[in-house]
């Protein structure tokens, strides 16, 4: 029965090979959407330097913490690109769990910084910040059995 349904599945993506995508063009589309993400993101911030935003300019934690989830957020989708060129290099079931951390990681780090920022107490960041470690570990992993991978190679 499963060697019937594995027969079908094959045909089905030999009928529309679109409808399924390896995991370097999912690390291509996240990664080149979340560096124009990222560069429009820190063209805002420009603007908010350039208009003299209050809220941006005397709040020192808020731009800080935004300018960590620009950052952050614009080398982990370099990151995510030059996974694209690898990612084979990793057995089937570790790419899959490597990279949907990497995907979520890199999501996870800066939308923690960016929620940090927008709304805080006086001196501490927000409680957003809570995601950082969290996409960190997860980004640990991913670049951690990439880097075990290319030892091996």
């Known amino acids: 029965m499963a060697t019937r349904a594995a027969k079908e599945s094959a045909q089905a993506v030999a009928a529309n090979p679109a409808t399924v995508f390896s995991t370097a063009t999912l690390h291509k589309r996240y990664g080149w959407s979340a560096l124009l993400f990222f560069m429009l993101m820190g063209l805002a911030l420009e603007g ?14 808020r731009r800080e913490l935004w300018s960590l989830a620009h950052f952050h957020g614009a080398l982990l989708a370099l990151v995510n690109l030059v996974y ?15 990279s949907g951390l990497l995907v979520t990681g890199s999501i996870l780090m800066p939308l923690g910084f ?26 640990v992993y991913a670049i951690g059995s990439q880097a075990i991978a290319a030892w091996k190679s």
């Open 48 to 61: 908010l330097l350039g208009f003299k935003s209050e809220e941006f300019l005397l709040d020192p934690l």
């Open 114 to 139: 960016f929620l940090g920022g927008l709304s805080h107490p006086e001196g501490d960041p927000g409680i957003g910040i809570f995601l950082v470690p969290i996409g960190a570990l997860m980004l």
């Open 84 to 98: 694209a060129q690898r990612a084979d290099d990793l057995p089937v079931n570790q790419r899959r769990i490597a």
